[in-house]
């Protein structure tokens, strides 16, 4: 994994408050304590601010959110 990719990673189990992920992230990443913690604190600031989460699964989530959204406008017509 690219180290950019560790901390993207690491600032969404922030966000979403995943100490098991944090945990194999920063053991199986070169990556200090120090910067493992800044990240996961910048996610659950995120998350406070409510900016949406980049994750794949929230993304996927958002996008059926959306699909159910459109659903009932279809059905008006
Ligand atoms: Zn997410």
């Known amino acids: 994994m690219k180290r950019s990719d560790v ?3 690491l600032r969404i189990a922030g966000y979403h408050d995943d100490t098991r992920s944090f945990v194999r ?3 199986e990443n070169r990556v200090s304590l120090a ?3 800044a990240e996961w604190r910048r996610g659950g600031k995120m998350k ?3 900016v949406p989460c980049t994750c794949r ?3 996927d989530n958002q996008q059926l959110a959306n699909r159910s959204v459109d ?3 279809a059905l008006q017509k």
């Open 57 to 59: 699964e929230c993304k």
């Open 25 to 27: 992230l920063y053991t």
């Open 7 to 9: 901390l993207a990673h």
């Open 48 to 50: 406070a601010a409510g």
């Open 71 to 73: 659903k009932p406008g």
């Open 35 to 37: 910067v493992a913690n």
